[in-house]
Each structure stands twice: as C-alpha cells, then as structure tokens.
C-alpha cells in the first residue's frame, strides 16, 4: 500500500509544471537524466565492478571523496560512476575522480529499471541516508548489494513519523550495511528498520575530508593581501535570513576594528542572493564589493561577497573567526566542519538542534550559538571578544578542530570491499613450448694423457 502511495505521489511530482527555482532545475535535471545514463552505459560500460555513488547534494557527495580515494587506491579495476539531485551539485569543481556524474534519474520503475540493466552496478552507496525506494527495491532485486555512508537520522526526522515511517522501513529492509555517524543514528535506523548486524557505527566520512584536504591557496590568490591587512571574518553558506544578523553585528566590529573585514559566501551564490548580500551591506553602512573568483585586482572595501562556487572551503583558511549559515531555519544548519578543520572558532544560528558536527562543537567550547533575540548583538560580542584576546581564540579554534575525528573513512572503505566482487587476478600468459634441447655430444678423450699423473 505504501509503495503504490508512493509512486502516484511520485510521479505527480515529478510531473509538477515548475518554472523557476532550485526544485524545478532538479526536475529538469533528472527528468532528462536517463537517456544521459544510457548513453554513457552503452558507449563506455566496461566489464569490471562499477560503483554507484549516490550524494543529493555537495555536502553529501564530499562526505564521499576520502572513502572513494581509498577504494581506487586500493582497487585500480574498481569504475565509479556518481549522482545527485541538488543544482549546486550540477557545477561543483569536485575532487574525486568518477568515469560518469550526473543527476539521478527519476525515481519510477521503468526508467530505473531501464537505467540498472544498462549501468549494471555492482554496489549501490547513498551518502548520509538519502534513500531512494525505487531505486533501492530495484537494485536489490538485482542483486545489487546496497549501503549507506556516513548515515544520519536527525531525531526530528520525518523518517521517523509513524504515518511513513513503514515506507522508510521497507526500504531499510534492502540495505546490506550501514556505517553510522554517532551511536545515536545507529539507534534511530535500527528503529527504521535495520537488522543490527547490518549497522556499524563508523563516525562520519566528511571529518576526514575535510582534515585531509589540502587547501588551494592560488585559488584565492588575489585576496591574500586584501585578507593579511587585518583579521577576517569569514561568514559562509549565508541565506537570506543570516543577512541583517551579520550585516547588523558586522558594523560595530568593523567600527571597534579599523583592520577587520568581512568575507560573505552566499550558500547558492545565484545574482539574487549576491545581491541581496550587497543590499544588507550597504544600508548598514557598510562599503561592499563583488568578487567572483577572478584574477582581478584585489577589492579596496572591507567586505566582500563572493559571487563563485567551490572556494569556500579555501576561504576559510584566510579567516580568524567564522560564521555558519543556514542555523536561522529548521533543518537548515550548514557543514561547520570546515572552519573547525582550520581552527576557526564559530558562531552559528540558533536552530542548531539534531545536528551532531554542531552539537560536538558545542559542547567542546568551539562554536557558540545565537540568541533567537538579539542574534546580531550576541553575534557582535563573540566575534569582538575573540578578536581582541587572542589566546580565548585560539583556544576555542583548537578545540573546535578537536571535535573532528578521523578513521570513518577507513572504516566505511574496508566495509565496502567486502561487498564488491573481488578482483580478478590477471590470467599468466601460456608459457612457449620449450624447444627441445640438443645436448652437445662430448669430445672424445686423447688416446695418450698428456702427462703422467704421480702420486
């Protein structure tokens, strides 16, 4: 009964007549999606194992780069092939390598089937949790062992309503195995559904990813004498409800601090939210000015907002504090791991509940949280009282940075070799038919030794 809800509600979504949005480029994207699938398959399907790897959106696909690094490390054989459903998704610069990305096909029966038989995976992996029933039950009739990486369930989570919860149940039922981010996901999926043996509780891939990776420094080049002049706030994933927060608390450390500036990285850096950045700025008083990742000259303001995609992360490296975004709504918190990667101290929104990088953060001194009331206030006294003692900044910098452990990466990489096929071991090549050997005949001994031997 839940899967026949399922699909008519399905395909009336995907069938929406949406114009404009980040939902409705999703639907272009994925409903053109498998003739690009099929395409790709029929052309360059080889005959090896073939990983599919399915993050909605960036977080969840970078959450994925150290545990595909190790595999293709250690199974050179091994294809991966990559999806997603978000926009922002669709131009990341990313970092692992994948034969084929694109959005996720539509998640009916017959394009799923059509897109399995022709793909063939021999593991399907979905980060975080973002299972898909069809795609599951169909890769799962196939064959086709199913896991989930970094695997989270907010307690909050629809997942977990009684109304629909036996859908995600049923499709729990298909996971092969499970790697949790914390005991407290374990808990919540083996009450989705999960048999124990299937979970395991690894930490979270996205904290190797971001303690191991390198930051691009020539990237943001033309800022790094704009940013030595003095100590730079870095406010990244912004929406439009963080703006008159950090435009507010902004001036007055921007007034106390004649040297500080301010960096803000719009979460989907379109020309409206850009915009809206600009707008914030200047009726607070503040001069501010574009920069689009370009080697241009350097701005002469003291606030920038960043017109590009994929440099936050880089950017964070430039910072002396940090601001998350996304904490002004429910279920809208933004990865703050990655300043902590830096040793950043951050500040954050106050609906930060159910996330457990913010929640570790927290509660190790690292991060503080917002007011509902008063958020810029509460706001402009963290960033000025880190500023001025630098010991308490670097402080709660190193214990942000501490926060973040390592090893799911290993651990989520060791569990998916044991579902792939193993690797075939090359065929010795047939050894020649030696020739027969001809041994020389000996030479005759002289009939008179040429000395006499005495004893």
Not at 140 to 155: C, E, H, K, L
Not at 228 to 238: E, F, I
Not at 413 to 436: D, G, I, N, Y
Request: charged letters at 20%; proline letters at 9%; aromatic letters at 6%.
């Amino acid at each position: 009964m839940y899967m026949r809800l399922y699909r008519v509600l399905a395909r009336a979504a995907h069938r929406a007549p949406l114009v404009r949005g980040r939902l409705a480029a999703s639907l272009a994207g994925r409903r053109s999606a498998a003739e690009r699938w099929l395409a790709w398959a029929a052309e360059h399907r080889g005959r090896g194992p073939l990983l599919w790897l399915h993050g909605a959106s960036v977080g969840e696909g970078l959450a994925l780069e150290p545990v595909v690094t190790r595999l293709q490390r250690a199974r050179p054989d091994l294809a991966v092939v990559h999806s997603f459903t978000s926009r922002s998704a669709a131009a990341w610069p990313w970092p692992f390598e994948a034969l084929f990305r694109d959005y996720l096909p539509l998640d009916e029966p017959d394009v799923v089937a059509r897109v399995l038989e022709s793909v063939r995976p021999s593991l399907l992996t979905f980060s975080r949790g973002d299972l898909w029933p069809e795609l599951s039950f169909a890769a799962a009739a196939r064959g086709v062992p199913i896991s989930v990486a970094g695997a989270t369930v907010r307690p909050g989570s629809r997942r977990l309503n009684r109304l629909l919860s036996p859908l995600y149940a049923s499709v729990s039922e298909a996971v092969s195995w499970l790697g949790a981010a914390t005991e407290a996901d374990a808990e919540r999926w083996v009450r989705l559904g999960l048999t124990g043996d299937a979970v395991c509780v690894t930490g979270d891939p996205r904290h190797d990813q971001v303690l191991e990776r390198v930051p691009r420094l020539e990237a943001v080049e033309t800022l790094l004498p704009w940013a030595a002049a003095g100590p730079a706030l870095v406010a990244g994933s912004t929406e439009e409800a963080d703006l008159r927060v950090l435009a507010q608390a902004a001036r007055r450390v921007l007034e106390g601090s004649r040297q500080a500036r301010l960096i803000v990285v719009p979460h989907d850096p379109s020309q409206s939210a850009v915009g809206a950045a600009l707008r914030h700025a200047r009726r607070s008083g503040l001069q501010a000015s574009v920069w689009d990742g370009s080697a241009s000259p350097p701005p002469t303001g003291r606030v920038l907002v960043v017109a590009a995609t994929g440099l936050l992360f880089d950017l964070y490296a430039l910072g002396a504090v940090a601001y998350v975004g996304g904490g002004f709504r429910r279920r809208g918190l933004h990865a703050v791991i990655e300043p902590a990667a830096y040793g950043l101290p951050v500040a954050l929104g106050p609906l930060w509940e159910g996330f457990s990088d913010a929640e570790a953060l927290l509660g190790a001194g690292g991060a503080v949280a917002l007011p509902l009331r008063r958020a810029g206030r509460a706001l402009e006294a963290a960033w000025t009282g880190w500023l001025k003692d630098g010991a308490t900044r670097r402080a709660a910098g190193l214990a942000a940075r501490g926060a973040l452990h390592q090893g799911a990466a290993a651990a989520t990489a060791s569990a998916l070799m044991a579902l792939l096929p193993p690797a075939r071991r090359p065929t010795p090549p047939e050894r020649p038919t030696p020739a027969p050997r001809h041994e020389p005949e000996p030479e005759p001994l002289p009939q008179e030794l040429p000395f006499e031997h005495r004893p």
